[in-house]
Structures are given as C-alpha cells and as structure tokens.
Nanobody
C-alpha cells in the first residue's frame, strides 16, 4: 500500500532553517515524482517544489527558489525539503504528494497528484 509520512515541522525563528522529510512506502522513487505543497490558514494549497522520478529533475516555486532545496535518498525511499532563510510567510502546513511520473513542475496543481501525506506544521515566528 502506497503511503507518505511527513516529519520535521516545528517552530523556528525568522532566518532559521528546517529540514522536512517525506518517507515513502509502497513505491520506488525512480518512477514517482514527489511534490511538496503548503497551505497557510485562509489560503489555498500551493506547490513549493518537486522532484521527478527517473533523473530526479527538480523544480521550485519562485518565492522559495534559492532558499529551499529538494532532494531524495533512494536507499531510504525518502525525499527531503531543506528550508533555509525562513520567513514568517513560510508558515504553513507542509504536505508531500506523489504520482507516477518522470516529470514534474512546481507549478503543477494539487489535483495532478494522487497520494498525499498527513502534513507537518511549520511555524516561522519570534
């Protein structure tokens, strides 16, 4: 059974860093794209970054490009989102999602993903 479990969210000060993890089971990262999304209170869920299946091509939304890095460890079947220079506007629940694909874009809609994790809360505040 395909399952995604996020972890790593917590309270962090502005300018700080966090690394989120998305542990996948029931799939091979060589064939599945993984996307990170976030949803702030009162806002729609938005795509942040993604990493494609074969080849591991990455894509970032403009507001996080240069601050966030998505990567994967195939041996652990885990995808990471390293978030640096965090800002209060990065506060949200962060979700990972997956679909079988060799391609992804950070501008894909959430409807293009088939499986979702439960989310992890990231709060950037003093």
């Amino acid at each position: 059974q395909l399952q995604l479990v996020e972890s790593g969210g917590e309270l962090v000060h502005p300018g700080g860093s966090l690394r989120l993890s998305c542990a996948a089971s029931g799939l091979s990262l060589d064939y599945y794209a993984i996307g990170w999304f976030r949803q702030a209170p009162g806002s729609e869920r938005e795509s942040v970054a993604c990493i494609a299946g074969s080849g591991g091509t990455t894509s970032y939304e403009a507001s996080v490009k240069g601050r966030f890095t998505i990567s994967r460890d195939n041996a652990k079947n885990t995808v990471y989102l390293q978030m640096d220079r965090l800002k209060p506007e990065d506060t949200a629940v962060y979700y990972c999602a997956t679909r079988r694909s060799d391609y992804c874009s950070a501008y894909d809609g959430d409807f293009e993903y088939d499986y979702w994790g439960q989310g992890t809360q990231v709060t950037v505040s003093w």
